[in-house]
């Protein structure tokens, strides 16, 4: 197959008819459209698939947490309690536990199967940022720098009950007095915090110490998002600066880098190909004033080693905020401004398409 051919095939074009975006469907071929999760009422902030990939979790600027089936799009259930918009979300390795921070200026612990709160961890402004380490016992989440309190990252052991009674993390690393932290993750066997912070700057905090092991400034704006690989070898950027970045997770020495015309609000590497998936658009205050088809509101799919776009899902009418690849590789899904999650299954000419440099 020729690599325009493929280009062809897998690009959503009306006629032309990628069965990936559900723009069309080839003649005699069944038509996959994508799963439309209608379960918020303002745009999506973060969107999370557990280990199993079964479960996709869903937050917004709303104060619903959703869960739902992800192979047919049936919600599932809700957790409810939340007053504000919740920025973030993370299930732990065995899908027992979940984990949500909001501008309620709280971070909350649920029982995933029966939507009960565990936990409530009160902060002095809003979590932005929160995540289980490896093995579900330790949890980390970022506050941000507003109403005069500084940023901090703070990690609490649920296995010792009185540090969640007493609302008194085990460890509280305050950052950078100039950048508050806009994205992080937890680094390879929970040893360290890769954090994202609003002038670009990437930091490894040590989860033992507090330390700052390795810093380094590749973004020129904003880091708004960062997914680690399926190994945790490496990690995506999606950064303002209308570029994703491939960074090492032990080094954080820059690989690779995407490059798109406009802000980049999420980017997920694929667990099965060298394929990253980008989702982003212009500023959701400008999204008004242009058509969808200007606003750029696709998905853009780049290989990771000639870091070349080589396919593109359209859908969202708005900017997309948040994408996670399944962990089997063979579907994704995208949360956008509009307030919708799609789910997108792949189409068997994207398994047997072949990048020809």
């Known amino acids: 197959m020729t690599r325009k051919l493929s280009l062809a095939l897998f690009r959503c074009v009306p006629h032309i008819a990628s069965r990936v975006c559900g723009a069309g469907a080839i003649p ?3 038509e996959m459209k994508p799963i439309l999760l209608q379960g918020h009422e303002r745009s999506i902030t973060q969107i999370k698939y557990n280990r199993e990939g079964d479960l996709l979790f869903t937050v917004a600027k709303d104060p619903i947490v959703n869960v739902w089936y992800s192979v047919n799009g049936e919600r599932l259930g809700t957790y409810t309690g939340h007053t504000g918009a919740v920025w973030c979300v993370d299930a732990d390795w065995d899908t027992k536990h979940v984990l949500t921070g909001s501008a309620d200026n709280s971070c909350r612990l649920w029982d995933c199967e029966t939507g009960k709160q565990l936990a409530l961890l009160k902060t002095n402004s809003a979590v932005r940022t ?10 980390m989440f970022s506050t941000d720098k507003q109403m005069g309190y500084q940023c901090f990252v703070s990690f609490f052991d649920l296995r010792d009950p009185s540090q969640i009674d007493s609302n008194e993390p085990y460890m ?7 950048a508050k932290i806009t994205s992080a993750v937890w680094g390879p066997l929970g040893e360290c ?5 609003e002038n670009g700057e990437l930091n490894q905090y040590s989860a033992k110490s507090g330390e700052v092991m390795v810093n ?6 904003q880091i708004n998002d960062i997914q680690t690989s399926r190994d945790m070898t490496m990690f995506v950027t999606a950064s ?28 997920a590497l694929s667990p099965i190909y060298d394929h990253v998936v980008l989702g982003g658009g212009q500023e959701a205050m400008d999204v008004t004033t242009t058509s969808t088809r200007i606003g750029k509101f696709e998905a853009r799919f780049f290989h990771i080693a000639f870091e ?4 593109r899902v359209k859908g969202h009418f708005g900017p997309i905020n948040s994408v996670a690849f399944h962990p089997d590789g063979k579907s994704y899904s995208s949360g956008g401004e509009d307030g919708y999650v799609r789910i997108h ?12 440099a």
Do not use: M
């Open 308 to 311: 070349e776009e080589f396919g």
């Open 193 to 197: 915090i890769i954090a994202g912070h």
């Open 240 to 267: 303002k600066d209308n570029t994703a970045k491939l960074f090492d997770s032990t080094t954080l020495e820059h690989q690779k880098t995407f490059r798109t015309e406009r802000p980049v609000n999420s980017a």
């Open 216 to 221: 380094v400034k590749e973004h020129s704006r």
């Open 172 to 178: 509280k690393i305050p950052c950078n007095a100039d």
């Open 130 to 139: 929160c995540g289980f380490d490896f093995g579900g016992n330790i949890i």
């Open 28 to 30: 005699g071929a069944a």
């Open 345 to 356: 299954y792949f189409d068997p000419q994207y398994f047997e398409f072949e990048f020809e």
